[in-house]
């Protein structure tokens, strides 16, 4: 950073003053944990170009401690190269480092571990909670404290919590959070924000801390709301989060993008905040993607977990391209620089297209791969085994007796796959799983469409031979719940599986599946015959692939004809895929990519979609450039295109 230069960030009445003068914040969201190390320099220095004179940045407590007492800032995970990055590209930064967060973040940026407690309670003054939280606040604090701006980085301003008056109203908690900020070293502003609802403001704030107001539309109803519930209008006008979008859901076909109505009124809040005065940020600027098994949960009616990528209808996009938004706000903050400042051109985004056909040659069943057992009277979730995400086999014995009795799972968390002797008798989602199961022909699939209990899950067992049966309980885990009174989402099997909902199974072994790097290292491939019909048993499948230098840049894989699964290249994990959309597509960064050999390993849990694509299905397709969601405005043809190999 050169030489260290302080400055000052305050408040003067109804506005914020930087160095002594009026400043207005125009600022973007961003988290790094979403975009590869090598592309954060190019985003934060579109947000610059697109007019933003701040960032506002999301810390995930559950990967920077994946473990009790194992921190991680390195590589990916390295706050302060990034907010470094930040002040290089002339941006201040807002930081926002929980301990929770939401953000459609798994546990909403909690840390999976607490979990393990039966008795965990979380957002709250318990004393087990904050034990962890305090470790963590002060251990990441020894990161940024040097990075304030009192001490000549960019960080102008640190968020109490988050949204906490959605949640709760623990006020010895905020102070506490706020307490351990300031012993920290945390000299510059603090701050809250909630939504304009009474109910919430008056949770989530705490005397003598800026107090701003998050929402999506009528900035000044909501700036008034802020006022009336101050007391005054000598406070600035805060909007930490205006949702310029919104998150998607699996099974959700409204894509906010393609409402320009909604798009329409955006701008003109947006010019109405600029006008007068108002500091905001943009919730997000860019969304990036939610890779590996990042990507969080909602429940409010059920359950519902959020697609891979984050786009979140953001000006850029996951891929760093720049959208038709992005250049109408360039154009309107233009004319609001502090102090007059020109803006710098527009960064190049890394190139994309597709990439050479590829082949899988070789498979590995996940059957043949579940290692040792554990041995339990009942069914437990995950995290009680110190399994943080991925699949876990509940397996037991089933007796004649039980032919044709319907099989209850009760607090199905998320997914099941059910087998008995090896067979696929049935497939239940969370949230879609009930008592009358009908076939999807479609996909081939038993789901359950009743919805009494949306995490009750029932199936039929068919006849069982003389000696008895086994039964296999495969459960995959999606997103943990993010947002609401429902965080507290283990995984798995999180009560009991019974008959007629009364008589409960007994003697179970079970088997943790994490699909981590050990995990997945320890896979034996071999070449194998690909099948000529859609298989019933989860498997992965393997292809290398070759390129040269001018093959390496961002794509996206072709997921449109698989049903569910994850996949991996080079050892990183792209995310999940489904078929039940929006999404069909997963972004690939070049940057993963390598001159030479690559591979790719698929995780197939159910099959290609019909028979005849078998061949199609497994043999690997490339998109051309596109937003991983665009194929879904009717009105427009996609912008990709396909790229098969030849037989």
């Known amino acids: 950073m050169g030489d260290v230069i302080t400055r000052g960030f305050t408040v003067n009445g109804d506005h914020f003053c930087l160095d002594g003068k009026p400043f207005q914040l125009i600022c973007g969201e961003i988290h790094y944990q979403r975009i590869p190390r090598p592309y954060w320099r190019h985003r934060l ?32 995970n390295n706050v302060a190269e990034f907010v470094r990055m930040a002040h290089d590209a002339g941006l201040l930064v807002i930081l926002r480092p929980g301990p929770y967060c939401c953000a459609e973040w798994d546990f909403g940026g909690l840390p999976w571990w607490l979990l393990a407690d039966g008795n ?7 004393q087990a909670y904050m034990a962890a939280v305090r470790r963590y606040m002060k251990r990441w604090a020894e990161e940024l404290v040097g990075l304030q701006c009192t001490r000549g980085g960019p960080i102008v301003m640190v968020q109490v919590e988050n949204e906490y008056g959605s949640y709760g109203s623990d006020k010895e908690y905020l102070a506490a959070i706020r307490d ?36 999506g539309g009528d900035p000044e109803s909501s700036f008034k709301k802020l006022h009336e519930f101050l007391g005054t209008k000598a406070a600035p006008m805060l909007c930490p989060e205006f949702y310029t979008g919104w998150f998607v859901h699996w099974h959700n076909k409204d894509v906010f993008r393609k409402n320009p109505v909604k798009i329409k009124q955006v701008n003109h809040d947006l010019q109405w905040m600029l006008d007068a005065g108002a500091s905001f940020s943009l ?15 909602n429940y409010f009616s059920e359950y519902k977990p959020d697609i891979t990528s ?44 597709t990439l050479p056909a590829i082949h899988f040659t070789r498979s590995a069943a996940l059957f043949d791969h579940l290692g040792p057992a554990r041995h339990e009277p009942q069914v437990r979730p995950m995290e009680v085994f110190g399994q943080q995400h991925g699949l876990i086999l509940y397996r037991t014995r089933v007796l004649p007796a039980f032919s044709g009795k319907t099989v209850t799972i009760r ?75 429902r965080l507290l989402d283990r995984k798995g099997i999180t009560e009991h599986v019974c008959i007629d909902d009364r008589i409960i199974f007994m003697g179970w072994e079970i088997h943790s599946l994490p699909l981590d790097s050990t995990f997945m290292g320890a896979l034996a ?98 998109k051309l450039p596109a937003p991983a969601m665009e194929k879904i405005d009717s009105k427009r043809p996609p912008v990709r295109g396909k790229l098969h190999a030849k037989g």
Request: charged content about 20%; overall charge negative; aromatic content about 12%.
């Open 283 to 297: 919730y997000m600027y860019h969304g990036g993607t939610n890779f590996g098994f990042t990507a969080g949960a």
């Open 525 to 622: 491939f071999k070449e194998r015959a690909m099948p000529g019909s859609p298989a019933r048993v989860p498997m992965f499948h393997e292809a290398m692939f070759t390129l040269a230098a001018g093959d390496v840049h961002d794509t996206y894989l072709d997921t449109s004809l698989w049903r569910k699964g994850m996949a991996w290249v080079n050892g990183r994990n792209l995310g999940r895929f489904w078929c039940v959309g929006p999404q069909d597509a997963l972004y690939l960064p070049g940057c993963w990519l390598k001159e030479g050999e690559n591979r790719l390993v698929l995780l197939d849990m159910e099959g290609p979609l019909p028979p005849k694509v078998v061949e199609k299905a497994l043999k690997g397709t490339w």
């Open 45 to 76: 220095q579109a947000a610059r170009a697109m007019g933003l004179n701040a960032v506002s940045i999301y810390m995930f407590w559950n990967v920077h401690e994946p473990k009790p007492g194992v921190f991680d800032f390195s590589g990916e």
């Open 180 to 215: 351990a900020l300031r012993g920290n070293g945390f000299d510059v502003m603090l701050f809250t924000c909630d939504g304009p609802g009474d109910d919430m403001l008056a949770g989530g704030t705490l005397p003598g801390l800026v107090t701003g107001v998050n929402f």
């Open 120 to 126: 965990a309670r979380v957002r709250c003054n318990d």
């Open 310 to 353: 984050y786009d979140y209808d953001a000006p850029l996009l996951e891929t760093g391209q720049c959208n038709a938004n992005y250049h109408a706000y360039r154009e309107m903050f233009a004319k609001y620089q502090h102090g007059g400042a020109a803006l710098p051109p527009v960064p190049e985004a890394p190139a994309m297209g």
């Open 411 to 485: 607090e199905l968390h998320d997914y099941a796959h059910v087998f008995l002797d090896g067979h696929r008798i049935a497939t239940l989602e969370r949230g879609r799983a009930g008592t009358k199961p009908s076939l999807l022909r479609q996909f081939g699939l038993l789901l359950a469409k009743a919805r009494q209990d949306p995490d009750v899950a029932t199936f039929k067992l068919p006849s069982i031979p003389a000696g008895g049966a086994t039964l296999d309980i495969l459960v995959e885990a999606h997103g943990r719940v993010n947002y609401g009174a």
